[in-house]
């Protein structure tokens, strides 16, 4: 049973009770989200090949295959992977139960009786990190249509930059944080079972020339007026409980509940790499402008302005023998074959001016 809602955020229900099915749907209803049922584990794996889903809602006890088959069996599959799992169970409830949902992809395991509002905010929390997710694709995906063919090292530096965040953590409407993924510790330097119902400014400290950037205020201006903020001059820096300090780029957005905001969630991206890749094609280009003398330099502004090699002779007071074999010279420092190409390269590495 599919219940047409006007939203990409899918989330899948799998359990063999029909009042189950039902008392969840009833709970996590909402305009943004389309609930799709499932009364097994087959027709929970039949579902997956028909809908992306934002998350799973699986039920641990169920007849035939239960649900850790069914997510060990979901994650088999490459596209899946991402997907986050809540498991539900009334038994399983021991820690080897636990441990073993957590290795078969579960984000949280939950035991009934269910609190139906903490599990309508967690839901909450992964449909807008999955509506988030979208928004960024669909934004990437615009940019790759209207921009140029970028060199290798070029699209390698996009895919860094439009890569998921490496930090989400969300937070109730009192700013206590209500999840946080698995490897937030390493850049927080904490522990994330220390962070759990504390206020989220206690332990993501964000910076900018010594002033800090995120508080009370900032958190309760985005819950007011329902609008994301975006972190990403190149000065912010997030600093841990140890003092490391790590660049990073921080979009905080509404977690909105119907008509109501019921917290934010951080998505914090580490471009600790990205400020290798940006310092490596620096020291690339001051490397290449080495090679070149300053007559060269200058004959090659001339050859990526179009002038001829008379032109230029003229110009500069040489003979063209003497600035066709500058540029013969410059070709091969360069590793290039035809002037095309040379020109080509020049703009790409900005080793010349445009004009």
Request: glycine residues 4%; hydrophobic residues 40%.
């Amino acid at each position: 049973m599919i219940m047409e809602l006007d939203t990409s955020a899918k989330i899948l229900i799998v359990d063999d009770q029909p009042k189950n099915r039902v008392a969840l749907v009833g709970w996590l209803e909402a305009p943004d989200r389309l609930l799709v049922e499932a009364n097994s584990g087959n027709e929970a794996l039949e579902k997956i090949l028909e809908h992306e889903f934002a998350l799973i809602i699986l039920d641990v006890q169920m007849p035939e295959m239960d649900g850790f088959e069914t997510a060990e069996l979901i994650r088999n599959r490459q596209e899946n992977r991402h997907i986050p799992i809540i498991f539900i169970t009334g038994i399983y409830l021991d820690d080897k139960f636990m441990f073993q949902g957590y290795d078969a992809g579960a984000v949280d395991y939950l035991p009934k009786p269910i609190n139906p509002k903490i599990l309508a905010s967690k839901v909450s929390v992964f449909a807008t990190l999955y509506q988030q997710r979208k928004q960024l694709e669909r934004e990437v995906a615009a940019r790759l249509v209207t921009e140029q063919i970028l060199q290798h090292h070029q699209k390698w530096l996009e895919t860094t930059l439009s890569s998921i965040a490496d930090i989400v953590i969300a937070t109730d409407s009192k700013n206590r944080i209500i999840f946080s993924s698995p490897h937030a510790d390493s850049l927080l330097e904490c522990d994330i079972d220390d962070m759990a119902g504390k206020d989220v400014t206690e332990f993501v400290v964000l910076m900018q020339n010594q002033q800090y950037l995120l508080n009370e205020q900032v958190i309760q201006e985005i819950m007011e007026t329902k609008n994301s903020m975006l972190f990403d001059h190149s000065e912010v820096v997030l600093v841990g409980k140890k003092e490391k300090k790590t660049p990073v780029r921080c979009r905080i957005s509404p977690i909105q509940e119907n008509d109501n905001i019921s917290g934010v969630v951080l998505a914090i991206q580490n471009l600790t790499q990205q400020k290798q890749v940006e310092a490596f094609l620096q020291e690339a280009q001051q490397t290449l402008h080495h090679l070149l003398t300053p007559r060269e330099k200058e004959i090659l502004q001339l050859i990526v302005d179009g002038q001829s090699t008379k032109a230029i002779a003229i110009d500069l007071g040489l003979s063209e023998r003497t600035i066709d074999a500058h540029r013969r010279n410059i070709m091969q420092k360069l590793d290039v074959h035809d002037v095309v190409s040379l020109v080509r390269f020049s703009i790409t590495h900005k080793l010349v001016e445009l004009k």
